[in-house]
């Protein structure tokens, strides 16, 4: 048995869907904070920036620190500044202001987050045509698909993939469920992935991204989760619960601590 | 000038006749076996497409009738889905191509056969000029297959989710695409072809595209048995690496790029595709076709 001493939890699907909480998860949450496990808020949502989501989880009634809250376009930003990229971005609108002072001009390479906005064919063109000078791809994911309130909708992943295969190019990822991803969040935490576990509803980029990566991993039966995800990934889940109240349930029944 | 030569490549000896080609050097490789027909790409071999009506490319309509002429059988294979094929004909007359309908293989009627062979109900992510075509099946029955054709501007987001939507509910998910192409010239620049969704809605879904067109074999087969020339007897002309030239080889038949069209000397040399010529046109690959026809 490993005792537990980080929690990094994902948000959207697992915690809340949009501006609906899941039931039980605020509670959920100041259960486990009254426990001595560090928590990171580790996500994909690439729609819109750390403060606006911030502002929509305290609106909605969650109690989180801004710096609480590890994206993956944060963790794009530092990817674009080391290495002094001009990128075309396919960022939704809301997302931008995590690139303010990145220049766009002349662009010599592509970034691409979650925006239905800008998957038209005209956008997806210019990006290719860039991409075709031998310009780096950068993914800040490459989700399948993703839950919105309307129903499952079609992830960043493709597109990237479609780009992929337009230009022969390898995208590279920086959000879940790439290894860096997971280190990079349980840097400050001080904790080692072996000492840590993520609880998502996406089998493959939370738990099993996760699990490779060295922590363990709880999957959800929330959000975009669908039955029998749990069956589809290697290495399995190290447990799956209802939903996120529950798998805090299991960590503390367990006295934190996990096979 | 030129020289005779009798090898043993196997039980009887075979007699070469080497000629120059007109730009000198020995007759190639690709002209020694006999070419007893020709199968043509047509957007960026035999015209360059655009938003108006596209320019023709010089030598290219001399090249097709001395084809004609001569008695060697052709037939035009496309992926073009944004135009119906009666439009495209007319848009090639108007050029001074003398064709006719039955001369021109697209994956439009191919996949309409399809859907009513198997009785499947599409759910269609086409080009608008094309969708009427297209509408099989009984209304109001829900989709069992996707289609994907070349949509331009219509592959906008809400299209993709869709088409995306459509697969994730069918109990057994079909996504049939026309053509596998990376990208193809338009308006003198590069564009996203309909492989490029196919791949995404493939990585979405996890399903396997089914293609009908090139690089399909049933595809350049259905053209080939409509010439009655066997594979290894013919040679297709095209301006896409993959879908034209590798298509063909995988078929049994010869590759031969042109440059024109989508053509871009980055292209070359390609890691895994060895075109049997390169040529700067049609107009230069049927000079070579002819100029050996005689010989064999």
């Known amino acids: 048995m490993r005792k537990i001493g980080a929690v990094l939890i994902d948000l959207s699907g697992t915690i809340h869907i949009d501006n609906t909480v899941i039931p039980g998860a605020i509670q959920a949450l100041n259960k486990l904070r009254a426990t001595d496990v560090k928590i990171k808020f580790v996500t994909n949502t690439t729609k819109e920036s750390k403060r606006i989501l911030h502002d929509r989880l305290t609106c909605i009634g969650f109690t989180i620190d801004k710096d609480e809250i590890f994206t993956s376009l944060t963790a794009a930003r530092q990817l674009v500044d080391k290495r002094a990229l001009r990128p075309y971005m396919l960022i939704a609108e809301a997302a931008r202001e995590e690139f303010a002072g990145v220049s766009g001009q002349d662009p010599n390479s592509v970034l691409v987050g979650l925006a239905p906005e800008c998957f038209d064919y005209e956008h997806m063109t210019t990006a290719m045509r860039i991409l075709l000078e031998g310009s780096p791809l950068i993914a800040i994911h490459k989700a399948r698909y993703y839950k919105r309130s309307d129903g499952l909708a079609i992830g960043p992943g493709a597109f990237v993939t479609g780009l992929e295969y337009s230009t022969g190019c390898k995208a590279e990822v920086v959000g879940k469920p790439e290894s860096s991803f997971f280190h990079t969040a349980l840097q400050d935490l001080g904790v080692s992935a072996a000492e840590a576990v993520m609880i998502g509803d996406d089998a493959r980029d939370d738990v099993c991204g996760a699990m490779t990566a060295g922590l363990r991993g709880i999957l959800v039966k929330t959000g975009k989760y669908r039955a029998g995800d749990e069956d589809k990934v290697d290495p399995v889940p190290s447990f799956v619960a209802d939903d996120f109240p529950r798998a805090v349930d299991y960590l503390i029944e367990n006295g934190l601590s996990l096979p | ?296």
């Open chain 2, 1 to 296: 000038m030129g020289c005779k030569a009798t090898l043993s490549l196997g039980p009887s000896p075979v007699t070469l006749h080497c000629e120059p080609t007109r730009k000198g050097g020995r007759m190639g490789e690709w002209l020694r076996s006999p070419i007893r027909g020709v199968l043509l790409d047509i957007t960026g071999v035999l015209y360059e497409s655009s938003a108006e009506h596209g320019t023709v490319i010089p030598g290219s309509v001399k090249a097709v009738n001395r084809l004609r002429e001569s008695g060697m059988p052709f037939r035009l294979v496309t992926n073009e889905t944004t135009t119906p094929t009666k439009v495209l004909l007319d848009k090639l007359r108007s050029f001074g191509y003398q064709l006719e309908e039955r001369e021109l293989f697209s994956p439009i009627p191919a996949v309409v056969k399809l859907l009513h062979q198997e009785q499947l109900v599409p759910h269609l992510l086409v080009h608008p000029k094309v969708e009427g075509e297209l509408r099989v099946g009984e209304k109001g029955s829900p989709a069992s297959c996707v289609v994907l054709g070349d949509a331009e501007d219509n592959f906008s987001y809400a299209n993709l989710n869709s088409a995306f939507r459509a697969l994730m509910v069918m109990p057994r998910p079909r996504l049939i695409t026309l053509g596998y192409g990376r990208y193809y010239k338009h308006n003198q620049q590069l564009q996203l072809d309909v492989g490029v969704y196919a791949k995404a809605l493939e990585f979405a879904c996890g399903v396997e595209s089914e293609v009908v067109g090139k690089p399909s074999p049933a595809f350049f087969n259905q053209a080939l048995a409509d010439m009655g020339v066997q594979a290894k007897e013919a040679v297709m002309v095209g301006d896409d690496i993959s879908s034209d030239v590798e298509g063909a080889q995988k078929c049994g038949m010869r590759g031969v790029l042109v440059r024109t069209g989508k053509f871009t000397s980055s292209l070359l040399p390609h890691p895994t595709i060895t075109p049997d010529c390169v040529v700067d046109n049609l107009a230069e690959a049927v000079d070579q076709i002819l100029a050996a026809k005689g010989k064999n």
